[in-house]
């Protein structure tokens, strides 16, 4: 009966296909949010499902207690939404639906097929997969999504299991620097939030900049004028740039621009971190050796060096140096980072605690 009741998912196929073209959205608002999943597209499809059961004369005749999956595995009824890091792999059985949020991962399966429900398409073992696109596996078999960029946004649903690698956890660091109010990520509906697949702007670069000296609290409360004609005035984003001016931490990207949401690339968060630390200021506009700097004040390894040389710089990155720029000793002092930051009242000992329990990965 099991391989009955799975031979009927394609005939199911069409249905769910239209039903994720209404669900998707458009170019303006192209992701579907988990509550519409959870509620009005999962109900819908699990009635037209019903339905086309019943006109089969198979649903009476299903026991569901005849599909008994993986013992590893556990079943997840409505959609979850997880944060994972290179390599990890969710294993699934059939019925199990598969979205990818954010990142980037690969499909494989021995036998069977699985298909990309946005599409109609079943896709072949190996095949990359789409953002914002349902996977579902049709037939008696198992599959495995495999991650296969630094971090990615997972939802899923069915019967499922995990396998964590050991790569760096970009997931839990930015955890770690939430807990420590040093990172609060974005509006994103999913991910926490912490959007760290994609590229830090220039306006995040600094407000990371800024907490970072414990100042956010000066930097929200400023009030003045700026020469920058592309920030929006009364905006919480002038009063960081505001500030940041008036104190020297920035010069801008010219004279009378900043241009906010301009992509920052390593060289120039880097730098932004060794003025934070007294190892620079605004005067050096010079920045083809700040990996360089860096490394001599403690704050890169060589390995770390070499990899933000040659990776792109992504959100992830961001926290990264961020986070372990807190065990660095300030310039000519005898003080962390960290410890100045808790001198300042932006996080108690506790939260340091909380948060250095959160990352147990090693360093490049």
Known sequence: MRKKYCFLFPLCIVIIGAMWVFAAGDAADPLVTLSYLNDIFTNTINTQ???????????QNFNENDYTPTDSFNRVPTWAETRLKQDDMLQTSTGVSVLLLAGSGKITYPSGAVVDISTGDVVSSGSAMNTNHRYLIVEDTTASFTITSKTAVVDYQGSCSFQYSNAINYNAIASALKTLNLFRGSFTGYGQGFDLEVAPTRLQALIMFIRVLGEEEQAL?????IPFTDVQLGSQAERYI?????????????STQFRPSAPVNAYQYTEFLLRAMGYSSAVNTNLSDALLRAQDAGLLTLGEAQMLQTASFLRAELVYISYYALD???????????????????????????ASALVDNRRL
């Open 49 to 59: 499902v019903d339905q086309r059961l019943d006109a089969a004369g198979l649903w």
């Open 221 to 225: 409360s400023w009030n003045g004028n």
């Open 242 to 254: 505001g500030y940041a001016y008036e104190r020297g931490y920035t010069n801008g990207y010219s």
């Open 328 to 354: 660095v000793l300030l310039a000519n002092s005898n003080q962390t980072l960290g410890e100045s930051l808790m001198a300042k009242g932006v996080f108690q000992l506790q939260d340091w605690e909380d």
